[in-house]
């Protein structure tokens, strides 16, 4: 009799697996195939591409964009509500996630280019007051009589 329950057990367990595998097949099919389904993986890839050099449509502009795609594939829905639900808030999310990512790469991008045109006008400005081209040529000028040889400074060094 113990035979038999445990042989029974094990074709239960394996029928459940293979119900189980079944429903995720289907669910995967389903996915695929809803209308949102395209948006879904365009969204993720963009979220990859974060961090990448050129953004030519403006902020707002690129979300009215978004939106009116996403709009536009409202109108074909699967005729599942809850899996409508699904893709749309997933879509949105991955929408949100990225513009998240895109915030600190931004401000980066600001500081940077702050300080790149911050270089560029002191380099002018050297340039106007003739002052010496590098640091360096700085250090090998001779002291005119009167003028006082600079003091090297040399700073304690902090091991890390």
């Known amino acids: 009799m113990e035979a038999f329950m445990g042989s029974y057990k094990e074709k239960e367990e394996e029928r459940e697996e293979n119900q189980d595998d079944d429903h995720e097949e289907n669910l995967k099919t389903r996915i695929s195939s809803h209308p949102l389904y395209g948006l ?3 969204t993720h890839l963009d979220c990859l591409k974060v961090g990448g050099i050129g953004d030519d449509l403006g902020e707002s ?3 009215r964009d978004y939106m009116k795609q996403l709009d536009n594939h409202k109108s074909s829905t699967s005729g599942e509500p809850e899996l ?4 749309e808030a997933y879509c949105l999310a991955l929408r949100k996630l990225k513009e998240a ?8 991008m600001t ?3 702050s300080m790149h045109h911050q270089l560029k006008e002191l380099t002018a400005t050297r340039s106007h007051l003739d002052l010496p081209e590098s640091p360096a040529s700085f250090h090998h000028r001779h002291p005119t009589s009167g003028e006082r040889k600079p ?3 040399d700073f304690p060094r902090r091991s890390i």
Request: net charge negative.
């Open 151 to 153: 003091e090297m400074i």
């Open 61 to 63: 502009d690129a979300l």
């Open 40 to 42: 879904l993986v365009e």
């Open 111 to 113: 500081f940077i280019t």
């Open 101 to 108: 990512m895109e915030e600190p790469h931004r401000k980066s």
């Open 84 to 87: 409508d639900h699904f893709m």
